[in-house]
């Protein structure tokens, strides 16, 4: 560890050129290239120097972090001035970029609307420090409480469970039998990570401590009983609960039992119960669910797939739970699939067989189309779809032909129902245009002109949803408008980044109202590392133009190719269009991933002037873009890799 | 580079090299066959070179102890003697300590006098050849109030629990929320009463731990109205109108690094970035001196288990001896090359270790400021240290995550802790001394067997003779038990006089 952690001694020496840029900033036109090796030797023993006492602050504060204020303090050792307005609110302030084969960092400064800033409601005032004690082990003991991290962690029981074979493999021994010394064998679970890899024997048991077994009695007859605010309190401390390890096999034969018992019974409401305590289980972060499969899925598949679930199948909802159920199957199988235990293979080969079987009752023929349905369109493009005439046939026997019984004509409704819903929207993806009716009938049977119907409001609902994409898309990826002055209304608004493909509208001006009027922001989270900065042009008239366009400032006066900032103006942003290879066109109704786009690389160093960046940004661009506002309202920053930028 | 002291230290200051007699014979037989006088000049003029007689040392034994940035130190720099026993115990009668718990359970009356007794004998019959002169420091007087403490001390003990590798102490974490200004610094009082941090924001925030909340005294005007013979007047003296859980010590304007109560719990110490050693009253909860004299950070305080004087180490390098009521210090122990990290107090009062970003740990007599001990084998400036209670070891923890054990009378290595993968901040050991604590940066408190990791060292005449360490393959067998938090650093360990350990360390998720 020290060994490791040891720093490799460096001697790292600023760059000539940094002297010289320096100098250049101060006034100093020409330096001799031997006073800037003495220079650049002095100023890099000196932050070195600074840097080794500002981390003996950090040290002393009990961070690993160094910050602003820990320089700061060094500086002061030495006698020198703090740098003033340099506290940061992230770790690392700077911004990176590159383009034109250089790579800059730089320290970003957002425009800032004083209005906005006056007009935002004040921040919610800091708690004051409290203390909070709690036991961090109990006679040697860690007890399996929130406060303190879970006895096993998520990863370990995964491992546990889907490689049993290499915890007792020699090898594997790192230091775990020392840290169990002292503890009783029947309490090593509750103790350290590794020990539990080691001991086969722990892992068997699961004894449960008097207040572990007034939990779980507590958790049980809650989670079953008729109090809902107490059903949800016990759903929830099951959801959330790092220390339910040791009860899961306990939970797992509850629930398979209940189940069990409740079928037989027709119980439906506990029958709900019980899957809610799965779903909770599920959803538990800290619980790795694989080694309790075995009882758990065919719980759930029986409360898919039976045939009467409810006293009064004809007025009862139990169709809800199928639904619920096959939710969580699908989960299941998208959490805990792998090669080796094939679930979702061997679930679908189950579904399949009863879904063939002629004399399958349609409830059992709904859980099974449900079940299915809900792992995802490719299943339902294989398994459902080419089934569609046959399903077709056999509901309209039941609702055209003589009414044979209440509970079928249901039941019949109800698949009918659930096949329309789930197949038009994969319908609507895969197949093509136009929707005729007279061809659906000849495709799908007695269901085509329902199914062309739904296909059609499923497209119209993708297209709205596609153009409500495209807003969010805007706005969310915009998280620092340095550019386009109409946005001060959406900064530091950052969201989670959209797996969606950004559609380019190809219209050149883009109302600013789609632009302001972001979707309900969700919570501000703190900005993904940004590594790119990038604006892309949806301008037509800047896209004909394939060449690639430097931008400076007008005042200065050094190349653009040198990293050294200019002496006027301390402000030089550099704009480059990058041949995307396509047309403008292509771009516009792209969807692909691949959707060749064309970009403006910003490049901007830090500017202490209060010079706008939009403004110094506009003004010397070609004709070509257009006039100030045009460029501001189609274009776009985008400070994450979006599909379209990732070739960078 | 002239106004490194780091590099003048370099230049001015000879590196120390340990080097057997053989050794150091055929190193110069082949200088001088190879007529390298260059190589033979530079060893001449920047090492020492300490000569010893006897089997050359094995290279893990070199390893262990090299890494100090003055190389290891000399064989005569430890060879002082150090009195590490403990003092004798003042007498107090005891009379009314038994009367409550005769009445609570009869039967046990008859064993629990008995051990007591032989326990409080033993330590005031016979005088500790190693100890120093019981007025060796002159000591304040004990007040009334303060063999009121001892009693309730002695009364702890005795319920104590035994501790050991199959007893394993049970832990309590105070955690610090929302502490955005960075905690700095904790201390926890003698009696477990009251916890006090050091924050990044210069205040120091004092909290009762008790159901007893803290009060002020009422202010003079009121205090003259107070009857001064009457039986309560103790109680009258205090404000009841400030009573709260916690105070808030403004006066510091830079980060806290230390802070450190005193043993009658009547004062608080704290030390700051900006350079001075300020003296809080826990009465008035106002700051009642500022030590000035280190101007540059000072980086830990801490009060003499006994009261009345105090320690302060920083970035000046010099360790300073304070008494309370002189506002310049006593002692002044300068020698250490770097910044000095941390002070600690021998339980005898007597003496002064002090652990320093040089990666040394010296100890020195207070009585004549002399360096008495240097030990040398860190690889990383030390943050925290802990004298056994029985102030015969003295354990040492740095930012290589290494605890090293070390004996005080034969100025030893005894052991190297391997275990912790971030700087450890806090080492405490069990009041009896069988279990050392560790709290260390990588969120985790870990539990040490001492017992073992002495034992072996009192029957092995060999190390004691040649100075050589002889560490164990594999100190992992020494641990007892690793305690994670979730996200907590472990910056201050505390036992409780019945051995109860407290862990405390601030929570912040962004920094």
């Known amino acids: 560890m020290a060994e490791e952690r040891r720093p490799k001694p460096c001697s790292v020496i600023l760059p000539t050129e940094s002297m010289k840029a320096i100098a250049e900033s101060m006034g100093v036109g020409q330096l001799q290239e031997e006073s800037c090796v003495a220079l650049s030797e002095e100023v890099s023993y000196r932050i070195k120097e600074i840097a080794q006492d500002a981390l003996k602050f950090m040290h002393h504060g009990k961070r690993r972090k160094l910050m602003t204020s820990d320089i700061d303090y060094a500086l002061k050792l030495k006698n020198v001035e703090p740098l003033y307005g340099f506290q940061s609110q992230e770790f690392i302030p700077f911004r990176f970029a590159s383009g034109g084969g250089r790579e800059l960092h730089f320290y970003e400064e957002k425009e800032v609307d004083l209005s906005d800033i006056i007009n935002t409601p004040l921040p919610r005032v800091p708690l004051d420090v409290s203390l909070k004690a709690h036991w ?25 469970s889907t490689e049993p074979l290499k915890a007792v493999k020699p090898g594997q021994e790192e230091e775990g039998p020392i840290q169990g010394k002292g503890q009783g064998a029947a309490n090593a679970e509750n103790k350290g990570k590794e020990k539990c890899v080691v001991r086969m024997k722990a892992r068997s048991t699961h004894e449960l401590s008097v207040e572990q077994q007034l939990y779980y009695k507590e958790i049980t007859e809650a989670c079953v009983g008729s109090c809902e605010a107490k059903r949800a309190e016990a759903l929830q401390s ?3 609960d790092p220390g339910l390890y040791q009860m899961l096999p306990r939970f797992s034969t509850f629930i398979s039992e209940g189940v069990r018992v409740n079928v037989v019974q027709n119980n439906l409401a506990l029958l709900i119960y019980l899957m809610r305590m799965v779903k909770a289980l599920m959803d538990n972060p800290t619980l790795y669910l694989e080694k309790y499969l075995h009882e758990l899925i065919p719980a759930v598949v029986t409360c898919i797939v039976s045939k009467q679930l409810c006293l009064r199948p004809d007025m009862d909802n139990h169709w809800a739970l199928r639904d619920f159920a096959a939710r969580l199957m699908a989960q299941s199988c998208k959490t805990f699939s792998t090669t080796n ?4 293979s061997r679930i679908t080969k189950t579904f399949t067989k009863s879904l063939l079987d002629e004399k399958t009752q349609w409830t059992t023929r709904y859980g099974c189309i449900a079940g299915l349905a809900e792992l995802g369109p490719d299943v339902i493009k294989t398994l459902i779809i080419p089934r569609l005439s046959v399903e077709g046939s056999r509901i309209k026997a039941v609702s055209e032909g003589p009414v044979v019984s209440n509970i079928d004509k249901i039941g019949a409704d109800h698949v009918q129902s659930l096949l329309l819903k789930h197949c038009a929207s994969v319908i609507a993806k895969t197949r093509p245009l136009p929707d005729n009716s007279d061809q659906y009938r000849t495709d799908y049977g007695y269901l085509g002109p329902m199914l062309c119907s739904h296909v059609v409001k499923a497209r119209a609902q993708a297209a709205l949803q596609a153009q409500q994409v495209n807003r969010t898309t805007l706005t969310i990826t915009q998280p620092r408008p340095t550019l386009t002055l109409s946005q001060g209304g959406v900064s530091g608004v950052s969201g989670p980044r959209t797996p969606n493909i950004i559609k380019v509208p190809s219209s050149l001006t883009l109302p600013v109202q789609t632009l302001v009027s972001a979707r309900p922001v969700t919570p501000t989270q703190p900005s993904p590392p940004a590594t790119k900065y990038i604006v892309m042009s949806t301008s037509a008239a800047a896209a004909t133009t394939q060449q690639v366009i430097t931008l400076s400032s007008a005042r200065s006066t050094s190349p653009i190719t040198s990293p050294a900032p200019s002496s006027a103006s301390t402000m030089q942003p550099l704009v480059k269009l990058e041949h995307g290879g396509a047309s403008a066109g292509a771009a516009a ?20 002037a209060s010079e706008t960046k939009g403004a110094s940004l506009t003004s010397p661009l070609p004709a070509s873009s257009g006039p100030a506002p045009v460029l501001d309202s189609s274009s776009k920053t985008d400070r994450s890799d979006s599909p379209g930028a990732s070739g960078h | 580079m002239r106004g490194n002291e780091t590099l003048l230290d370099f230049r001015t200051s000879k590196f120390v090299l340990r080097i057997s007699r053989d050794s150091y014979q055929l190193l110069k037989r082949h200088l001088q066959e190879r007529q390298n006088n260059q190589i033979w000049n530079i060893i001449q003029e920047h ?14 034994q070199i390893d262990s102890m090299s890494g100090s940035l003055a190389g290891e130190a000399k064989r005569e720099a430890n060879k002082a003697k150090v009195f590490y026993g403990l003092l004798k115990e003042p007498e107090i009668e005891v009379p009314l300590d038994d009367e409550d718990e005769e009445a609570e359970n009869e039967e046990g009356k008859p064993k629990k006098k008995k051990p007591k007794k032989d326990s409080m004998g033993s330590k005031s019959k016979k005088q500790d050849p190693n100890a120093p002169q019981q007025n060796r420091i002159p000591l304040p007087e004990l007040k009334d109030s303060d063999k009121l403490d001892k009693i309730m001390y002695m009364k702890e003990a005795t319920k104590r629990i035994r501790l050991g590798p199959d007893n394993l102490p049970s832990i309590c974490f105070y955690t610090f929320l929302n502490a955005y200004q960075g905690l700095t610094a904790v201390d926890i009082t003698d009696d477990s009463s009251l916890i006090a941090g050091g924050f990044a924001d210069s205040t120091v925030r004092v909290w009762s731990v008790t159901p007893r909340k803290l009060r002020a005294v009422k202010s003079a005007t009121d205090l003259s109205l107070i009857d001064k ?7 009258r003296i205090m404000d009841e109108k400030t009573a709260s859980e916690s105070k808030i010590l403004y006066g510091h304007n830079g980060p806290v690094y230390g802070i450190s109560f005193s043993p009658d719990r009547n004062y608080l110490l704290s030390c700051s970035e900006d350079g001075t050693v300020r003296l809080w009253s826990l009465q008035t909860f106002t700051c009642l001196v500022c030590y000035k004299g280190h101007n540059y950070p000072v980086w830990d305080v801490q009060f003499s288990p006994h009261g009345y004087y105090f320690t302060s180490g920083g970035h000046d390098r010099v360790a300073r001896l304070w008494a309370t009521d002189h506002y310049q210090p006593l002692r002044m122990f300068a020698g250490h090359l770097a910044d000095i990290t941390c002070t600690r107090f021998h339980p005898n009062s007597n003496y002064l270790a002090t652990g320093s970003a040089d990666r040394t740990v010296r100890l020195w007599d207070i009585l004549n400021g002399n360096c008495n001990r240097i030990f040398t084998g860190h690889k990383g400036p030390i943050h925290s240290l802990a004298f056994s209670p029985n102030g015969k070891f003295l354990a040492s923890g740095a930012t290589d995550g290494r605890v090293l054990l070390w004996d005080i009378g034969r100025g030893l290595m005894i052991e190297e802790l391997n275990g912790h993968t971030d700087t450890i901040y806090a080492l405490k050991f069990s009041r009896d001394g069988e279990i050392l604590a560790s709290g260390s940066m990588d969120n985790t408190v870990r539990l040490w067997d001492a017992v073992k990791a002495f034992d072996d060292i009192e029957t092995d005449d060999f190390t004691a003779a040649t100075g050589h360490v002889h560490l164990s393959e594999n100190s992992l067998e020494l641990q007892l038990g690793t305690y994670t938090s979730k996200s907590t650093p472990v910056i201050h360990l505390h036992f409780t006089r019945r051995n109860l350990l407290l862990a405390a360390g601030g929570c912040y998720s962004p920094f």
């Open chain 1, 136 to 160: 961090l082990s109990i006679e040697g003991v860690q007890p399996a409480i929130p406060e303190n991290p879970p006895p096993i962690s998520k990863e370990q029981q995964k491992t546990e």
């Open chain 1, 238 to 240: 099951i959801a959330t």
């Open chain 1, 341 to 344: 235990n094939n679930i979702q």
């Open chain 1, 589 to 608: 109704t792209g969807a692909g991933g691949s959707r060749p786009v064309q970009k403006y690389i910003v490049v901007s160093l830090p500017s202490a």
């Open chain 2, 47 to 60: 090492l020492y070179i300490d000569i010893f007689d006897g089997m050359p040392r094995s290279k893990s």
């Open chain 2, 229 to 235: 013979e009457s039986e309560d007047v103790l109680e």
